[in-house]
C-alpha cells in the first residue's frame, strides 16, 4: 500500500557542508568563485561594514571555533558574515567545554540548536569530520592539519583577477607539502590548472591526495628542483616552513633553505607570472622580502579577498548559490 499523499516531499535538503575541494563538484566551486568575484565588483569603494543588497545570511548566525591562532581567517570570516548580514559567536576551544574533554559530537548537537552554521580552525581533520557528522547545520573548513580550502578559493579569486581564468594555467608550489598544498593538489583537476610542486622528499605531499588527484585528472607534477617547478609557471606560491605544531624546526630549515623563493628563483617565472602567500610569511626564510614586496607580488589582494572568498561560501552553505 502507498502511503504517498502526492504532496511535496517534507524531507529536510542536505547540509551543505565546505570540507575538503576533492569532495565538492567542479560546478560548485566555479559558482562559488565567480559569485566571490560579483560580490566583490558590487561593493566597490562602500565601506567594509555595509550589508550586500541581498543580505543572503540575513538573520542568520555563524559560530566560530579556533583550536588554532588566527588572523586572515578570523577577521575575514567576522567580516563575511556581517556583510552578508548576518552576526558571529566567536570562541576559543579552551574558552569551551570542548577544551575540558566534552566529545566534538555533544558539541556539534548543542551548536547546531543555537546556530545556523559552524567555522572551525582545527588541531586534526579527524576532529573537523566528526563535528560535521554529528552536526545539522553546515560546518565550515577554517583550516586543519591537512587542508585549507577556504585559502585556496581566495588564491585562486585573486589570480583570476589579475591574469584572467585559471584553467590551462601552470601554478607551482615550493616549500613544504602541507596543508595549503594539499588543497591545492585537490583544486588542481576541480579547476583545470597543472601544479607543479617542488619540495624535499622527506616534506612530500600526503600520498593519499597525490592519488586521489591522478584519479581525477588532476596534473599535479612533483620535483625536488624548485627551478624546474618555477620554470615557465603563471604563478609561483609558497608558504611557511615550520608550521604550527611541527617539533623539528632545526631540520625543516635545513631541508627548506634551497627552496627560498627569491629574485632569482621568480625570474624563472614567466614574464607575468605572479607571486601568492597565504601568509604569515617568514621573511628571509621561505621568501625574500624583494619578492613578498616587490612588483609581482599580490599577498595583501590575496589576503583581502579571503573575505570574499568566505562570503560565498557561507552563501553556497545557505543555498543562496
Partial sequence: MSLSSGLPSTKPAAVRHFLDLWRMEAADLRAILDDAKAR????????????????????????MIFEKHSTRTRFSFDAAMRQLGGDVIISTSADMQLGRGEPIEDTAKVLSRMVDAVMIRANTHEDLERLALAATVPVINGLTDRSHPCQILADLLTFEEHRGPVAGRTLAWVGDGNNVCASFIHAAGKFG???????PTVYHPDLTDLARAA??????????????????????????????????????????????????LMDLAAKDGVFLHCLPAHRGEEVVDAVIDGPRSLVWEEAENR????????AWCFGAI
Fill in 307 to 314: 573575505i570574499h572568498a568566505q562570503k560565498s561560501v557561507l
Fill in 215 to 264: 584519479e581525477m585528472q588532476g596534473r599535479v607534477e612533483m620535483t625536488e628542483d624548485p627551478r624546474e617547478a618555477v620554470r615557465g609557471a603563471d604563478c609561483v606560491i609558497t608558504d611557511t616552513w615550520v608550521s604550527m605544531g611541527d617539533t623539528d624546526h632545526d631540520e625543516r630549515l635545513r631541508a627548506f633553505e634551497p627552496y627560498q623563493v627569491d629574485t632569482a
Fill in 193 to 199: 590548472f597543472k601544479l607543479n610542486i617542488a619540495c
Fill in 40 to 63: 566583490k565588483a558590487a561593493r566597490a569603494g562602500w565601506p567594509k561594514g555595509r550589508v550586500d543588497a541581498d543580505a543572503p545570511a540575513r538573520d542568520r548566525v555563524l559560530a
